[in-house]
Every structure is written in structure tokens, then in C-alpha cells.
């Protein structure tokens, strides 16, 4: 790498630190606010499944406030709650507990205090003492929002991945307002930094992964989910992970981050499809059509096999569809490997990349919550949710689909003073729209690459609308997170392709040529002269007169007001000397 080579990318690296930066600390300032000590928007829910899920599995947490720790004590039901609740009174007087902290639930029977951290211990035991076993327990940590039923809510209706953070967040912060944000503040600042190099990867140019990654750090709808301690942000983050892998060609590592993607819910793997169509096509360079199509036959009742054995085990299908679909794959299988002989690695990578890489990264992350229910459970829980997103939820002034996501119609909102918005960003989204009538111009400059953020994208949207026609029309502005990665590639990938830089370049390097003359640094001067005389393809001096320099610059370089002259014109004639 030159000098000017080295200047250009320690200027760009400064740049994009800078606004990654900067972005880092307006979310954390946002998150660690005094008056959000409290739960914001969905937080109420995620995080009380969450901290349910560690109790169930033996973990303690913690939440220490001034020197005190928060206890919550539920009771079997609202009878043991009236019979022993002034056991916990008693001990609160006993132990020196914070009187002024103590909340008795009203829509489930509980009650929280604050005990000194030094006497916790000692009130736990007396408890166990005073309380028979079977009528209440404790969960240690932050109180629980006044809800029907939280205290036994897991949240199986989402996938698991995103609580996996905050659990890890609680176990290793403490059970507080800011440790549960942190994961997704982190993840934001990963976020951007895959949407500067997956820009870059596309069109190898600074100045389209600057745009991409400033619209990403400055979009409002990531830094609302960011601040929250909701699914979305980690939606976004494994959907950006899974662009950038299909992106560089890692067509393994996006198998696997498409099934984290879905992990973290459902709606991060609707750009799927563009991941088995990439897939497919790079075996029809290699593969004769009919063996591909009987490749593509395989792998699809191998995975319809996996669901009709899933849904068996959830007890929603007669066992007879799978071992339909069992004898089917079976007789599918066995031909293959007889006619196909050669193309069983072509198969066998397929089925591995679009298939058991995908269900693999789903499945891990939902290893704990499997743990805590059960597998059949578990998968009752999950293969019913499909159900409930496909349903009207009911009237919801915050309701928004998701054609309205395009220009930020009814933005929802997660908290009021200070407010936090899930607002979307309708110059960003409907570029995206505009970009639709620029395709082939990108692609045929920069190759598929610029295509992939670009089918994801719509793949989701048209995922969602395809939702929101099968009933579940109840969606909301923040859904749409799950479209801000690709799209801010996008926006720096094809902007920098439509716009014509070069008048950009021009000018920046007319004002450095003034700089340098001004500040009378002869590098500056020499790069703007050179770069200036090659874009306007001059061979001599620098064609700058047009240009009214600076007076400074005049008055240094002796520049004299032209003398007048004697010459003097008439209309419609020819100039002539005054004698």
C-alpha cells in the first residue's frame, strides 16, 4: 500500500470508528439512564422468562440496590399468600429489611423486599423455618412486573436465543435494568461492523461501506431495540451475521447463521430462501438439470421428514404422515444412489449446508429451555406459536403492517419521558424500493454480491406480507429491524453506483488544493494538482483558473489586479485603441 493508500485508510478507519463510536455511546447513555431503572416495552416479558428459566435451572441471581438485595417470595396461590404473608413481615422487622422497597403484587401472589445483603442469608433460612415448603418459594433478583401469571411465564412462543443473552447477562451483571441491555448494545456495535465489511466486500470502495455503516449507526429503529433488552436487536445482528457469511462465500457458516437468525425469532430466517436458491444454483454450474432436480426432491422430503417426526412428537400429526414421508425419502434416497452414483457428494453437501446446519443453529440455543420443559414440551410450545402469529391478537393502537414500515406510519412506542421509539427510517426503506429499478446496472458492475443483501431483504418483506395474509396481522413497527442490516448495504452499495462521485472528488480535491496553497503544505498542493490533472485529463498545469481562489491565497502569491487597458469596444463592432 502506497502513501496515499495508507492516509485513505487510516482517514476511513477514523471515520468509521468515529461513528460506530459515537453510536456505542448514545445507546449505552440511553440504556444506563437513572429514570429506566425499570422495565421498558417487552422487557416486561423477556426478561421475566429469562429470569424464570435460571430459578428453574438452580441458578441464583442478584440484584443489589444501596447495600440491600432484592427477594421475591411467591406463594403456592392468593390463600397461602393471605396465611403467611406476615411471616415475611416478620422477617423483614427481624432483618432490617427495606420497608420503603416492598411491593405485594397484586395480579399473583407474591410479594418483594429488600433485605441487607449481609442478613440474606439468615432471612432465607428463616423463611424455610417458618413457611411449609410446598407453599411458596423465592426467586432472588429484581422484582417482576404486576402481571397475571409471570411468575411462571417461559415465553415459549418466541425461539430462545435471544433470552440465552440476557440470561448470560444476568448471571454474569446481576439482575439489573442496564446488564440486560448490554448484550444488545454490544451486538449493535457487531452489527455495524458487518454491514461496513460486507459493503466493502461488494464494491471495495471506502466511501459505500462510510454509507452503509452510517445509516446503520445512525438508524432509529436499531438504536430503540438496542437499548431494550427485546429479541429484535439480535434478530438484526444474526440476519446481518447471515448476509455477510452468504456475502464472502461461506456458504457453511450461513447454513449455520440462518438457523441462529431463526433462533432468535422466526422472522430472521425469512431471508432463507435466497440462501437455497444461491445454493442451488452453484450446484446447476456443476450438475445436469435432472440430477439436480432430484437433489432438490432429496433434500426437501429429508426436510419434510424432520418436521412430520417433529410434529409427531408434539402430538399435532397422526404418526402415519411420517412414516409416509419416512418410506417416501427412503425410496427417494435409494434411487438416487443408484442413477446418480456421481452426485452424491453434490446431495450429500446440500442436504448437510441447507438442511442439518440450519436445524443445528436452531436447536442449541434452545437447549435450556428444552432442559427446563422437556423435549415433546418444548416442541408443542413451539410448533403451536405458529398458530398464534398467525392470528388477529385484536385492536392495538400501536398496530403497524408492514407496508407502513416502508414510511414510518405508527412508529411503537416502548417508553414515554424519555421516549423510545421504534421509529423506521423511510429515506432508508424506500431506497430500497427505488433500487428495485436499478438491479441490473449493480449487478452487472458488481456481480451477485450486490444482489444477496438486496433478495433478502424483499425475501422478508414478502415473508411478512405472506404472514400478514394468513391472518396474523397484528405486526408492529419494530418487526421491521429484521430488514435494517440489508438494507443500509443496499443504500451504500447501490448509491455509490448510481451517484456520480466524481463531481464529490472533484471538489474535495479542488478544496485541498486551496488548503494546501492556503496552509502552504506542498503534499497537499502536489496530490490535489496530480489527481485533479489526471480527472480532467490535462497535461499541463492544473486547470484551476476557473476558479476564484481564496484573497489570502492571492495576496501570498503576488497576484496583481489585472492593469486597464486601453482598448476599449462599441457595440456591434470590433474593439479599437482611443486616440
Do not use: C
Not at 404486576?146 to 454474569?172: R, V
Not at 402469529?389 to 412508529?411: C, Q, R, V
Amino acid at each position: 500500500m502506497d502513501r496515499t493508500g495508507k492516509i485513505k485508510f487510516v482517514v476511513f478507519l477514523v471515520l468509521a470508528i468515529g461513528m460506530m463510536g459515537a453510536s456505542l455511546w448514545y445507546a449505552y447513555g440511553t440504556a444506563s439512564r437513572a429514570d429506566l431503572v425499570d422495565y421498558v416495552g417487552d422487557e416486561v416479558w423477556y426478561v421475566s422468562a429469562s429470569r424464570n428459566v435460571l430459578h428453574r435451572l438452580g441458578f441464583q441471581l442478584h440484584y443489589v440496590h444501596n447495600g440491600y438485595e432484592g427477594v421475591n417470595v411467591i406463594f403456592k396461590d392468593n390463600e397461602a399468600k393471605l396465611r403467611y404473608q406476615y411471616v415475611v413481615e416478620g422477617a423483614m422487622l427481624k432483618f432490617k429489611g427495606n420497608f420503603s422497597a416492598k411491593v405485594n403484587y397484586q395480579k399473583f401472589p407474591a410479594v418483594y423486599v429488600e433485605i441487607p445483603q449481609k442478613n440474606l442469608d439468615d432471612f432465607l433460612a428463616y423463611l424455610e423455618e417458618k413457611i411449609p415448603q410446598d407453599n411458596f418459594y423465592v426467586v432472588t433478583g429484581f422484582r417482576y412486573p404486576d402481571a397475571e401469571g409471570i411468575q411462571n411465564y417461559l415465553n415459549t412462543e418466541h425461539p430462545f436465543l435471544g433470552k440465552d443473552f440476557i440470561m448470560l447477562a444476568m448471571i454474569l451483571g446481576g439482575d439489573r435494568p442496564i446488564a440486560w441491555r448490554i448484550p444488545g448494545i454490544i451486538l449493535y456495535g457487531l452489527l455495524q461492523l458487518l454491514v461496513l465489511l460486507t459493503a466493502y466486500r461488494i464494491t471495495r470502495s471506502y466511501i459505500a461501506s462510510l454509507i452503509a455503516l452510517f445509516f446503520a449507526a445512525i438508524d432509529p429503529l436499531l438504536q430503540a431495540t438496542a437499548v431494550t433488552a427485546m429479541l429484535d436487536i439480535y434478530v438484526a445482528f444474526f440476519v446481518a451475521l447471515f448476509v455477510f457469511l452468504l456475502v464472502y462465500s461461506r456458504d457453511m457458516g450461513a447454513g449455520f447463521s440462518a438457523g441462529l437468525a431463526g433462533a432468535s425469532k422466526v422472522s430472521g430466517a425469512f431471508g432463507y430462501p435466497i440462501f437455497f436458491l444461491k445454493l442451488v444454483r452453484d450446484l446447476a454450474l456443476s450438475v445436469d438439470w435432472k440430477k439436480l432436480a432430484r437433489i432438490i426432491i432429496v433434500t426437501a422430503l429429508i426436510g419434510g421428514t424432520i418436521v412430520a417426526y417433529a410434529e409427531y412428537r408434539a402430538a399435532y400429526w397422526d404418526k402415519s404422515y411420517f412414516l409416509v414421508l419416512l418410506v417416501l425419502t427412503a425410496v427417494a434416497l435409494a434411487e438416487f444412489l443408484y442413477s446418480s452414483r456421481d452426485a452424491v457428494r453434490d446431495l450429500a453437501y446440500l442436504v448437510t449446508v441447507a438442511v442439518f446446519l440450519p436445524l443445528l443453529g436452531f436447536l442449541i440455543p434452545e437447549i435450556p429451555i428444552i432442559k427446563v420443559q422437556g423435549l415433546d414440551p418444548w416442541l408443542r410450545d413451539f410448533l403451536g406459536s405458529f398458530k398464534w402469529h398467525l392470528s388477529y391478537k385484536g385492536e392495538n393502537p400501536w398496530t403497524s403492517p408492514f407496508w407502513e414500515w416502508f414510511y414510518n406510519a405508527n412508529p411503537f412506542h416502548f417508553h414515554f419521558n424519555p421516549d423510545i421509539v421504534a421509529s423506521t427510517n423511510p429515506t432508508l426503506m424506500l431506497f430500497t424500493v427505488v433500487a428495485v429499478f436499478a438491479v441490473p446496472y449493480v449487478w452487472r458492475r458488481r456481480g451477485e454480491g450486490a444482489l444477496i443483501p438486496f433478495g433478502v431483504f424483499w425475501s422478508t418483506v414478502l415473508l411478512f406480507a405472506l404472514q400478514y395474509a394468513m391472518g396474523g396481522k397484528t405486526q408492529f413497527s419494530f418487526y421491521a429491524t429484521a430488514l435494517v442490516p440489508e438494507a443500509t448495504v443496499i443504500m451504500g452499495v447501490f448509491l455509490y453506483d448510481l451517484v456520480k462521485w466524481e463531481a464529490f472528488e472533484e471538489s474535495l480535491l479542488t478544496y485541498l488544493l486551496w488548503l494546501g496553497r492556503v496552509l502552504k503544505v506542498k503534499r497537499f498542493v502536489e496530490y490535489a494538482e496530480n489527481n485533479l490533472r489526471k480527472s480532467q485529463k490535462i497535461l499541463g498545469g492544473v486547470h484551476v483558473p476557473s476558479l476564484p481562489l481564496p484573497p489570502t491565497v492571492r495576496a501570498r502569491e503576488g497576484v496583481r489586479k489585472p492593469k486597464k487597458t486601453s482598448i476599449r469596444t462599441r457595440e456591434g463592432g470590433l474593439p479599437r485603441k482611443s486616440g
